[in-house]
């Protein structure tokens, strides 16, 4: 009897895998559409753990998927689509080949559409799936809602991104979930919390749009992403505003003009910063104050460790304290400062804003209001100023959102140095990060800053020098009092000797307790070095690659976090020179 086995690579990961080309053969797609395909259906290349078995002993790196994947594929209804769409577009060439405009006229009318809701619910079948897949989604949106129209971006797809933007950022200021926020260079950082889940995206700022080369960007491809993620925000933002019982699509101010007519950019920001600051209608308005009652409870429904319970807490009460951060208070924006990032971050938190209706549309109150608590500037003074409100710059409302409580304005006042903006998105590993000593004085209120250390000093050293006559008077008034109490302390010292005697012979008659043998630290830190270096021998042959790298990745770490320390203190030590310098100069300029 002769045993045939399977031939080579017809089984283990020579059967598993696929190159692109054979994938493109098996489906009958042009390259384009089968990246348009696996980017709407969320499938991407693999790397197998054995390159050479996975391509069949072909020489060169390979872009290889999974076979289960194509399989996956074969089944979907878009391909016809696609193939529908190449059909139109020789039709449509061949029509104007040939001069046939009426037949081209009907080929246009009759454009095939591409619908993509069964794929959102195919890969987000929960509202909770789509949330925890939305932080790529909102920064890629806000990004194209900045685009104008360019070659491979429609028109109507950036127009889309910026009602569904803005659509987004209301349900988050209805929501009052807003967490955490952080200026960059890239732009806006912010994080949101909806139904227990973290969103963080970036807003970028507004600058002029400048062209890039076509090496830089493939704006192709983004489009495509932009195409599937506009599908996908768009349930969510229907869900949303269902959830917190607002009428959807909401009524917003751009919609009196129609948004094709705002070719302006400036324009297009003015009607975008004037409909936040509007509230949205409701439904009813007692549901959502039930809704808000119904978290609470259940936020302290949890059964586990007590310590775990009391942190979920103070957690949940900190949350309810920020949610009404900035409640009642009235705050009017100056024309040169940035004014949507203010608004969502006020308005998310409960305060009323407004601006110079001359300059800007969408203001409620005038700047003569005697009401307006703050008024936030960015300059280094102004000629009219009232005395019932504080002038403090735009950094004391991100601060303050990341502190989580209104920070005392006198570093913020109009004119001051301000202080570091300090990233709210600090890794929660605390050994293995540098700490800047003005985030270390937030957490620990006993930690003092070197400048604040050698500004005492320098006090205290003006001090010593001020006081070295005093010193000198005192001091010989001190050598009269001293020569006149030895003579005492001769005579008394006698009687203490005797009665030191006595106890003496008391104590060595007692019983003495036995003492504590004292470690010596030397030998108890070679003794741990030894045991550790045991237990590295005893890791197993396939972890240890892992735990050299694990060993690595500290080192540099330390090692950065030393570099760090170090230009700290070159830094901390040239600023310190320089205030003395200014010091003596001063002084000088005071004596002539």
């Known amino acids: 009897m002769v045993v045939i086995g399977k031939k080579k690579y017809q089984s283990g990961e020579g059967a598993q895998f696929m190159s692109r080309k054979a994938a493109l053969k098996k489906l009958q797609l042009s390259l384009n559409d089968f990246r348009r395909l696996c980017i709407l259906k969320g499938i ?13 002993g072909e020489p060169g790196i390979k872009t290889l998927y999974h076979k289960k994947d194509i399989q996956f594929l074969l089944h979907e209804p878009i391909i016809w689509k696609l193939r529908d769409y190449k059909v139109f577009n020789k039709k449509v060439a061949k029509a104007r080949t040939l001069r046939e405009f009426s037949d081209m006229k009907r080929y246009l009318s009759s ?52 009602r569904l933007s803005i659509e987004f950022l209301h349900a988050v200021i209805a929501a009052k979930a807003l967490r955490k926020v952080f200026v960059s260079i890239k732009g806006y950082y912010y994080q949101a919390e909806i139904k227990g889940q973290m969103i963080t995206w970036i807003v970028p700022h507004h600058f002029c749009f400048e062209p890039q080369a076509k090496t830089d960007v493939d704006f192709k491809i983004m489009s495509i992403f932009v195409e599937f993620y506009i599908t996908l925000l768009g349930f969510v933002n229907y869900r949303l505003y269902h959830t917190l019982n607002l009428y959807y699509p909401p009524k917003l101010a751009t919609s009196e003009h129609n948004e094709k007519t705002l070719v302006d950019e400036e324009a297009y920001v003015s009607e975008r910063i004037s409909a936040l ?24 429904a949890n059964e586990g460790d007590a310590s775990k319970l009391e942190e979920s ?63 936030i500037v960015d300059r280094p003074s102004m000629t009219k100023q009232y005395i019932s409100r504080y002038y403090v ?70 001090e010593d020098e001020g006081g070295e006559e005093e010193d000198s008077k005192k001091d010989s008034d001190e050598e009269t009092k001293e020569k006149q ?27 003495k307790s036995g003492k504590v043998t004292k470690e010596d630290p030397w030998e108890k830190n070679r003794q741990e070095r030894q045991e550790y270096r045991l237990r590295e021998r005893m890791i197993k042959k396939k972890h240890r690659n892992l735990y050299k790298s694990m060993m690595k990745g500290r080192e540099e770490r330390s090692r950065e976090i030393r570099l760090l320390r170090k230009k700290r203190r070159i830094h901390d030590a040239l600023e310190k020179q320089k205030r003395k310098e200014e010091r003596k100069q001063k002084k000088v300029a005071s004596a002539d």
């Open 44 to 56: 991407y290349p693999r790397e197998p753990r054995n390159r050479k078995r996975a391509q069949k």
């Open 313 to 375: 807490r103070i957690e949940a009460e900190k949350v309810t304290k920020l949610k009404t951060l900035f409640k009642d208070l009235k705050i009017f924006l100056n024309r040169e400062v940035p004014r949507e990032p203010l608004v969502f971050i006020l308005r998310c938190f409960g305060a009323e804003v407004s601006w110079d209706k001359l300059l800007f549309t969408g203001a409620t109150f005038q700047e003569n209001d005697e009401t307006i608590t703050h008024q």
């Open 111 to 162: 454009h095939p559409n591409l619908q993509l809701d069964h794929i959102v619910k195919e890969r987000y079948p929960t509202f909770i799936d789509a949330l925890r897949d939305l932080d790529d989604c909102l920064t890629l949106c806000f990004l194209f809602s900045t685009f104008p129209s360019l070659r491979h971006i429609p028109r109507d797809q950036s127009l889309l991104c910026r």
């Open 485 to 511: 109490d030895e003579n005492n302390d001769v005579e008394m010292n006698e009687e203490q000797e005797k009665q030191r005697d006595r106890l003496q012979k008391k104590k060595e008659m007692k019983v």
């Open 277 to 300: 600051n509007i509230p949205l209608n409701s439904l009813d308005p007692s549901v959502h104050n039930i809704e808000e009652e119904e978290l609470e409870i259940d936020q302290f």
């Open 393 to 462: 710059q735009p950094q004391w409302v991100f601060d303050s959102v990341n502190a989580r409580e209104l920070l005392p304005v006198e570093k913020y006042l109009m004119g001051c140095v301000l202080p570091a903006h300090l990233s709210p998105f600090s890794d929660s590993r605390q050994d293995q990060i540098y700490i800047p000593p003005e985030e270390r004085t937030l957490v620990d209120p006993e930690f003092k800053l070197n400048d604040e250390e050698s500004e005492s000093d320098e006090e205290a050293e003006n």
